[in-house]
């Protein structure tokens, strides 16, 4: 039974040799052409960087009623993509000698702070930026399910609270977890060591020596006339998101025709004036549990071949996903403007394609979703008991189900109705049975292959 619902993770696995296939803007069109036909996705940016050269394609219009189509310089929130900025400013200040990767946090916090937890004082910026700190996955006082601007209110001195008062999930450096909390941290604590915002520190260190004039926390006015509209995973709008303390962790928005640039360095680091630091950030961690299959590096998440590095990052209303193996001299970038982690999906298939591997059909990658209010939501979530090995944890995320198989990772379900959902990770779907009265799912029944297993609620 522990086989039912086994879900992939990030199995990206290019072969030593491959023969490369031509890819052109009609070729990058086609192959999203499903999920725009079935308005899976709003306005896309997409870009595959080969050896001999680049190749974009902008699809979709900015908001189902304009005629905008999106651009090389349209904005994007990037999610948690930003880890990658954060990580690569550690590694930046390690290369300055200002710290290294085993200075401890303490040593970058105000002189008179104490951790309740003792323990805390031996996590270092290593493991903040390898999610192997064993700080939680948020604060405690933040919401994980609220959808409307979730982080725009939460300040320096919350922060500085919370790490005071939290407990860590594991010793640090035993364990894995991964953490917007301790990306946050580390981004504070940074800017702390520099005297600088974490905005002012992004931009003098990394994105105007890279040229990136387009990737920054706050827009000016000129550049918000070019920010995408925000729209949840079914299509409704949702408000930007916007950052203060936790920036680091996912505040950065950005532009297609950057993160171009940014690849670009990441590809031909001799050619950049980050070398050392984005070399730094490359390598693999020393690490004995990793989030990523082939190992862990600075912020990058190292796919099952052992080359590829690979971030993604979802807001309340946008998605981005970047793959780079240097070995192979190729990159994917993919920006969306729907909260939908597809997108991830489809940026891995294009690399695939463009080395020449196979490529993975994504499941259920043209079925439509509907919208359901939070309390439709809500009468799904509690635990199920599929067999003494196995339980199904349904969670509600701001406006989606996400379902958890005992000892394996959450995966995000899509609605069909207010009673069935399914996945695009595997070919499974789910469907409750909720009682006449408006109660509480009493039970569930999973669909996978030829296999139809009931569930009751525990």
């Known amino acids: 039974m522990h086989s039912v619902l086994r879900l992939a993770t990030a199995l990206f696995v290019l072969p030593a040799a491959a023969s490369a296939a031509k890819l052109d803007r009609e070729a990058l069109a086609a192959r999203l052409a499903p999920q725009m036909r079935n308005e899976i996705l709003q306005a896309v940016s997409v870009a595959v960087l080969t050896a001999e050269g680049e190749v974009s394609a902008h699809l979709g219009t900015l908001a189902p009623r304009s005629q905008r189509a999106p651009d090389d310089r349209t904005f994007y929130e990037i999610g948690s993509v930003t880890k990658v900025f954060t990580s690569l400013l550690l590694a930046d200040a390690v290369v300055r000698g ?31 930026a390898t999610h192997s700190s064993g700080i939680p996955r948020l604060p405690a006082e933040l919401d994980a399910t609220a959808f ?35 990306a946050g941290a580390l981004a504070t604590g940074l800017a702390r ?31 918000r006339a ?10 409704e709008p949702v408000a930007h998101w916007d950052f203060q303390s936790l920036a680091g962790a996912g505040g950065i ?29 490359w390598a693999k961690q020393p690490l004995e549990k990793t989030l990523g299959g082939g ?65 993975r059909p994504i499941p259920n990658g043209d079925r439509r979703e509907v919208a359901l209010t939070d309390a439709e939501l809500d009468r799904c979530v509690g635990s199920y008991r599929l067999s003494p090995q196995l339980a199904l944890a349904i969670e509600r995320r701001n406006r989606h189900l996400f379902v958890t198989p005992s000892g394996q990772s959450a995966d995000m379900l899509y609605a069909a109705s207010a009673v069935a959902f399914f996945s695009r990770r595997v070919a499974a779907e789910i ?6 009265d408006g109660g509480l799912a009493t039970a569930l029944t999973l669909e996978q292959g030829e296999r139809r297993m009931r569930a009751s609620r525990e």
């Open 226 to 235: 070019r920010f995408a509209p925000a729209f949840a995973s079914a299509g």
């Open 193 to 223: 060591r520099a005297g600088l915002s974490y905005a002012e520190l992004l931009a003098r260190r990394i994105t105007r020596p890279l040229g990136m004039h387009d990737t920054m926390v706050e827009l000016s006015a000129e550049q």
């Open 148 to 182: 409307g601007n979730p982080y725009a209110r939460y300040s320096d001195s919350d922060l500085l609270r919370s790490l005071g008062a939290m407990k860590l999930d594991f010793p640090p450096g035993a364990g894995v977890g991964y953490s917007n909390f301790a």
């Open 431 to 436: 469907t409750f049975d909720l009682p006449a």
């Open 295 to 359: 190992g862990q590096a600075l912020g990058w998440m190292i796919a099952d071949d052992g080359e590829t590095r690979w971030h993604d990052g979802m807001t309340g209303g946008f998605h981005a996903a970047i793959y780079v193996n240097r070995r192979m001299g190729m990159a994917s970038i993919l920006l969306a403007n729907r909260s939908t982690p597809i997108g991830s999906t489809i940026a891995e298939g294009l690399l695939r394609v463009a080395a020449g591997a196979a490529e």
């Open 98 to 128: 200002e710290v290294t990767l085993d200075t401890p946090l303490a040593a970058l916090l105000p002189e008179d702070f104490v951790f309740a937890d003792p323990l805390a004082k031996a996590v270092t910026l290593r493991m903040l």
């Open 253 to 281: 928005r950005s532009t297609l025709a950057d993160l171009r640039r940014l690849v670009a360095a990441l590809l031909h680091p001799e050619e950049s004036p980050l070398a050392a630091a984005i070399e730094l950030a």
